[in-house]
């Protein structure tokens, strides 16, 4: 089968589609023949060497969430899942491939209406999204800024946020072109990068982080909360916990959030959920480019042009 390995870290040009052995499930676990495979920002930094530091290794098969249908499964598994079309997260490896293999106490089916491109767009970014907003303890009429807005995770969070009955919903983007299709998405209130012209906001869901974080802390109400559910730009500066402390009567909060900390369960009932809603929501598909084209897709998503999610099609 055909895959995707790290030859290189750092350009898109390090990338290789290789062969290798087809993989067979395990015990507890499935092959599925992927048809669709969600393309995003953590697999650029995964690709760059950025996050070598935790434990990524050049030759590595990058991985994320597929979609396609069960060929067979493997001891302990119960045989009438063959056939079912399913989306599931591989984890960080394995999923950029023609077959993979995933524990079956990780699928989510996919409703027949579902198709396999629509789901690993919706499925991780609606469910971190989903988390995040919790994780912010966000309540119906407060206002929200998405950082960021354009990506797979921020493009879920506004449609979340307006679904949930946010009083504003204030966006980070790049382009004036941009903000207008986030506004067909929910979004109130278009920023620049830096948030010039912004008011204060009751929730912050911040994909980017990196050096300007501090200035967004000073963009929270009182009371307010800022989540940090991804770092596109990079870490914060060192010290930008000062910017909470030189703001003390505010009673301000900074959290992070990662899928992880949720319950396998949890996690599989929220995306559950949301394929089941599917219909009220816009999955936002920058484009479809075969497996073969992988360079290309990271060098679109490096170049800061991509809306929504790209995805790959074995």
């Given amino acids: 089968m055909k895959a995707v390995a ?4 750092g350009a898109p ?7 290798l052995p087809a993989p067979a499930p395990a015990a507890g676990q499935v092959l599925i023949d992927t048809e669709a495979i969600g393309v995003g920002g953590e697999h650029a930094l995964i690709r760059s060497g950025a996050l070598a530091a935790y434990g990524f290794e050049e030759g590595h098969i990058l991985g994320g969430e597929i979609a396609g249908t069960v ?25 950029h491939a023609e077959q993979a293999v995933a524990p079956v106490a990780g699928l989510v089916p996919l409703p027949a209406d579902l198709s396999a491109v629509d789901a690993v767009t919706l499925g991780s970014s609606g469910m971190v999204a989903h988390f995040g907003l919790r994780h912010a303890h966000f309540a119906q009429g ?8 354009a990506g797979g995770i921020g493009v879920m969070a506004v449609q979340l946020a307006a679904r949930g009955g946010a009083g504003a919903i204030a966006v980070t983007t790049s382009s004036p072109e941009r903000g207008d299709r986030l506004r067909e998405l929910g979004a109130t209130h278009v920023l620049d990068r830096v948030g010039a012209g912004g008011s204060a906001y009751d929730v912050i869901i911040d994909i980017v982080a990196g050096p300007d974080l501090p200035s967004f802390l000073a963009k929270l109400n009182p009371n307010g909360r800022m989540v940090v559910v991804g770092v596109m730009a990079g ?12 703001a ?13 900390t949720v319950p396998d369960a949890d996690r599989l009932a929220a995306t559950a959920d949301l394929f089941a809603s599917h219909a009220e929501f816009h999955p936002i598909v920058h484009e479809v480019l075969p497996l073969s ?9 490096d ?4 809306f929504g999610r790209i995805v790959l099609t074995p």
């Avoid at 040009?13 to 062969?19: K, N, R």
């Avoid at 003390?248 to 992880?260: H, V, W």
């Avoid at 084209?293 to 998503?301: G, M, N, P, S």
């Fill in 71 to 95: 060929t067979a499964v493997g001891d302990g598994v119960d045989t009438s899942w063959t056939g079912r079309r399913v989306w599931t997260f591989t984890g960080l490896s394995g999923g």
């Fill in 13 to 19: 040009e390090g990338l290789a589609v290789i062969d």
């Fill in 303 to 306: 170049a800061g042009g991509v």
């Fill in 142 to 149: 407060e206002s929200v800024l998405v950082r960021g807005a």
């Fill in 235 to 246: 870490f914060p500066p060192a010290d930008f916990g000062m910017a909470l402390l030189t």
């Fill in 293 to 301: 084209e992988v360079v290309l897709a990271h060098r679109k998503i």
């Fill in 248 to 260: 003390f009567q505010k009673s301000l909060s900074f959290a992070t959030f990662s899928a992880d």
């Fill in 6 to 9: 790290i030859q290189t870290f």
